[in-house]
């Protein structure tokens, strides 16, 4: 059996994303680690990164990202296919750039892999998430924050990148990552492993300009110049208190960054949301009372919400 892992990232370090330590997370159980590395900004220094990891495994491949792919994501998801497309393993492990996995995962995931190499009906395995938000101690788990997702796939070369790279799906033509239809949901099993993510986890100036760069391969960079050039320097994480404290601990490979957090005085860890800004997700009250009715009632069972998956049972 052969595990090869993947991403892609642009702007990594400059935009503070944990690009080394996700790579580093799963490196003990890939046989390869490929990687798209979009030529960023002068003052990045991603790729460089990558190389001084010093392993043979990784595989980098430069891309130049067209603007033309900047609308709805799915750039993303070009830049997912092309690193995708050049693995060689049975099974292949996707990490975005600021998604690591907990050491203590590893085994489990390897050997679920193997467990299931032969049953070709499942074509992926289905991952839990720790979004974590503003600092390193709390999360989402209330209503409109996915719980799952897939992160594992076969080799096989119907499966792409979905949308705007957040997931895949089996295409039976493929034309773009947006294509109304010819895709089907993956048929996948559930691994007891999760997925750290730390997308939401910078300081407030890097958050913001890691949401403007976000925001212009959805919306185009003319548009979220705009927007941003006339927006708050820093980003507003809202009260810290509405979300979950996380009690268990981050993978080791997190550690050096985690030591160096300096931002918490710009937090606010209690009072109410600022009424001049847009609230939150998690902040309006619809998805606070659902969030509540989920976690009191329904013991943790999700009310509606999309799943890009079908989930059988093995």
């Known amino acids: 059996m052969k595990i090869s892992g993947f991403s892609f990232v642009r702007n990594g370090v400059k935009l503070y994303y944990p690009v080394v330590e996700a790579i580093k997370s799963i490196l003990p159980i890939v046989d390869e680690f490929v990687i798209a590395v979009g030529k960023g900004d002068e003052d990045d220094d991603t790729r ?36 995708m497309k050049s693995c060689t393993g049975d099974w292949l492990f996707y990490l ?58 076969r080799n096989k070369p119907e499966i792409h990148s979905w949308q705007s790279a957040q997931s895949f799906r089996r295409f039976d ?76 601990t981050h993978p080791q490979v997190m550690q050096d960054m985690i030591a160096k957090m300096d931002w918490k005085d710009k937090l606010q860890y209690s009072g109410r949301p600022d009424p001049a800004r847009e609230p939150h997700k998690h902040e309006k009250w619809r998805n606070r009372i659902l969030s509540f009715i989920e976690r009191t009632v329904l013991h943790g069972r999700e009310l509606g919400g999309f799943h890009n998956y079908t989930l059988v049972k093995r």
């Not at 995962?105 to 679920?112: G, Y």
């Not at 391969?217 to 708050?232: D, S, T």
């Open 173 to 248: 033509y493929y034309d773009n990552p947006r294509q109304p239809d010819g895709h089907h949901k993956l048929l996948v099993a559930r691994v007891d492993a999760e997925i750290y993510h730390y997308g939401w986890v910078r300081p407030p100036h890097f958050m913001q300009n890691k949401r403007r760069s976000l925001d212009a391969v959805h919306w185009g960079v003319k548009k979220a110049e705009h927007y941003y050039n006339n927006a708050p320097a820093e980003f507003d994480y809202g009260p810290l208190n509405l979300l979950s404290r996380f009690e268990g």
């Open 48 to 83: 460089d990164r990558i190389v001084e990891i010093g392993d043979p495994r990784i595989k980098i491949i430069d891309t130049v990202w067209d603007e033309k792919h900047y609308k709805g994501g799915i750039v993303n998801a070009i830049q997912t296919d092309i690193a």
């Open 96 to 153: 975005q750039a600021d998604e690591v996995v907990h050491e203590k995962d590893l085994p489990v995931i390897e050997s679920r892999c193997r467990e299931l190499l032969d049953d070709e009906k499942v074509e992926g395995l289905l991952f839990r998430y720790n979004h974590f938000w503003g600092d390193y101690e709390h999360y989402h788990s209330g209503h409109g924050w996915y719980k799952n997702e897939i992160r594992i796939v």
